[in-house]
């Protein structure tokens, strides 16, 4: 076979082995490796009502199809299990250099079961793997430790993923680290790390990944990189605010095409959209409950990109990458370096909490990625508390003396510091709004933003009703990378798929809020979509480009030798689409999420881009089951393909 390994690894923590699975052809053909390999084996092995953080749970770490074989923006590396957040489908997807190091030690995903009675972790050299004690990291962080494990195998340059403090207190927002600072943030996936012992993963390897056509793949590849380098002048960063508030005011919307974001990805990574997102509506304002006018251009003007831009030092790129959104940057105020913070927690503890200190969000990254704690759940559990305090509900003495005021940064270290380590008042956010909200009842529940348990990033769905529709209907709910209508316009999909309807260059905004089969489509091509991105490795901003210009369909037969069309290939994202809701079917008791009602326009805001939006849910959802073929009602599953898909794995482990 070409483009994977044909083998995956087993680690069993509880008696200390490990041994190889063969994975056979067949199974690639049906959900590609990445996320569609995790559905496959975590549906089969993780037993129904299985406590996510148990011994049953299993944490799989999977590298996708294309990761190493000369594809550009394909080097995403995918943590899945049960998640302990939601109790559903869990998945945190990163870039960072975990991904080929999978491959490159002989396998296309490492499957970790069972639970230590002390800290470990797993050493992989090629067909070499050890349990290892890990005490002496056991309470260092996730940085600290990843530096120490380099040096320690020196001059092998493994690569590390490890949990730093929030992972091992059991957060139920912690992730898992990568490469100094990169996180697979959501799903609360480093407590299941934590929950089982396991510190950290140190890989490292020589085996070589081969695509079918290699002339072909190097051909594709160097006609995409002509996208990336094109690189015209553009506006400067205080005039990014001006193009949001144009967005908001016209009552008609131009379809965006990828490129255009592309050029603000290359020239200010995500932080472009600070000041645009917030004047056009998308970014939310005081747990949103505000508007743009609560922040207003001479606080938001604070986050203009060329300000983040001037204390970079270096572009960050992630493995296969030659675009470099992200950064290695200086701090404002003290010596050192750390990455580039995101539009998410920019934003998350920037116009979410009324803060415009940016000094505090650049501490404020360090002090996350460092713990191995999700900003976007961090931020918006922190907003709620602000909220709570603002009305009375939490007093300055159940704070623990933190004045937690809109606009307050100088508290939020010491809070999260207390967050991270379970501590004081940090304890009731631990573990996210909805358990806080929980903990002080439903007479003083207030609101706190989520959908089923998990916050929502930082993209409003009353100004794209798409985030809203996948914030409920996909196996894993509340995540902003699954699909909404701005996705569905900068993957203009209709360019090589006919079926799919075509976006007008202009439209009225209305057009998004309605339950049309127009709508419905562009939502179940995304669920698919971007399910086949994820059994693929492929990074979502460089499919934003364009399936025209970012040749997804092209390089997977380029790699594998395989003909198909980019039908089949839809297939294949919907066979993954459907194992994770096969998944929630065992696992799950509702299909169907909830999601806070604030978010939705419930009631509408009487001020700003979102004034009088409200996002019918009750309509759209059963549609979009509907035209899935499932259960309109449940969103249960047909399962039919699943189970043909899963069978083909269970009868080539008893061939084995």
Request: some cysteine; aromatic content about 10%.
């Amino acid at each position: 076979m070409h483009a994977v390994t044909g083998k995956i690894l087993w680690v069993d923590l509880s008696n200390k082995t490990s041994y190889e699975e063969k994975i056979p052809e067949e199974l690639y053909k049906n959900v590609l490796s990445g996320l569609g390999l995790a559905a496959v084996i975590l549906n089969k092995h993780i037993p129904p009502n299985s406590d996510p953080l148990g011994e049953d749970n299993i944490l799989a770490f999977v590298s996708g199809l294309l990761t190493g074989t000369g594809s550009f923006l394909t080097g995403r590396w995918i943590v899945a299990a049960k998640s302990p957040l939601t109790n559903t489908w869990g998945d945190a997807n990163c870039g960072g250099n975990l991904a080929p190091a999978i491959k490159q030690a002989g396998y296309d995903g490492i499957f970790i079961k069972g639970t230590s009675s002390h800290p470990v972790y797993i050493y992989i050299k090629n067909d070499q793997v050890m349990i290892l004690p890990a005490e002496e990291y056991w309470g260092i962080d996730a940085i600290e430790t990843e530096n120490a494990l380099i040096k320690k195998y020196q001059p092998q340059q493994p690569s590390v993923a490890v949990i730093g403090q929030a992972g091992e207190n059991l957060s139920l927002i912690s992730g898992i680290v990568n490469d100094r600072g990169r996180m697979a943030a959501r799903s609360g996936l480093g407590a299941v790390m934590g929950s089982k012992k396991l510190k950290a993963i140190v890989i490292t390897g020589n085996k070589k990944i081969a695509a079918h056509s290699p002339e072909k793949m190097k051909k594709l590849s160097h006609q995409f990189n002509r996208y990336i380098q094109f690189q015209p002048p553009f506006l400067p960063g205080f005039m990014t605010g001006f193009l949001g508030m144009i967005m908001r005011i016209l009552p008609f919307q131009m379809a965006i095409d990828g490129m255009l974001y592309k050029i603000l990805l290359k020239k200010w990574g995500t932080v472009s959209m600070n000041i645009t997102s917030l004047e056009q509506g998308d970014a939310p304002v005081k747990n949103w409950d505000g508007y743009h006018g609560d922040f207003r251009s001479k606080q938001n003007i604070k986050y203009n990109p060329d300000r983040f831009q001037k204390l970079e030092i270096n572009k960050y790129h992630c493995y296969s990458c030659p675009l470099g959104c992200g950064g290695i940057s200086k701090f404002p105020n003290r010596d050192g370096e750390t990455h580039k913070p995101e539009y998410e927690t920019v934003t998350a503890f920037g116009s979410l909490l009324l803060n415009e200190d940016i000094s505090s969000i650049y501490e404020i990254n360090d002090i996350l990625n460092r713990a191995g704690m999700d900003s976007i759940s961090a931020g918006a559990s922190i907003a709620y508390a602000y909220e709570c305090f603002e009305k009375g509900i939490l007093s300055l003495e159940e704070t623990g003396g933190l004045n937690l005021t809109w606009g307050n940064s100088q508290i939020l270290p010491e809070l999260i510091h207390q967050m991270v380590h379970r501590e004081k008042f940090g304890a009731f956010l631990t573990d996210g709004a909805k358990i806080a909200a929980q903990k002080l009842g439903n007479s003083k529940m207030s609101n706190p933003v989520h959908a089923s348990g998990q916050e929502l990033a930082m993209h409003d769905p009353r100004n794209d009703p798409g985030f809203a529709i996948h914030a409920v209907v996909e196996a894993t709910p509340g995540r902003h990378t699954l699909g909404s209508n701005l996705y569905y316009e900068m993957f203009s999909l209709w360019k090589k798929l006919n079926s799919y309807p075509k976006i007008s260059r202009f439209y009225h905004k209305n057009k998004k809020y309605q339950s049309s089969r127009e709508n419905v489509l562009a939502a179940v091509a995304n669920s698919k979509f971007i399910s086949l991105l994820n059994g693929a490795g492929a990074c979502l901003f460089g499919a934003f480009i364009g399936v025209h210009r970012f040749p997804i369909f092209e390089w997977l037969n380029a790699a594998t030798g395989w003909q198909n069309t980019p039908e089949d290939y839809m297939q294949i994202g919907y066979n993954i689409h459907e194992l994770k809701q096969v998944f929630n079917q065992k696992h799950s008791e509702s299909l169907i999420h909830s999601i806070t009602p604030r978010a939705i326009g419930l009631p509408p805001q009487k001020k700003g881009a979102n004034q009088n939006r409200k996002v019918n849910l009750n309509e759209i959802v059963p549609a979009y089951f509907q035209e899935l073929g499932w259960n309109e009602k449940t969103g249960q599953p047909t399962d039919q393909i699943s189970n043909r898909i899963i069978s083909i794995y269970v009868e080539s482990q008893d061939n084995q």
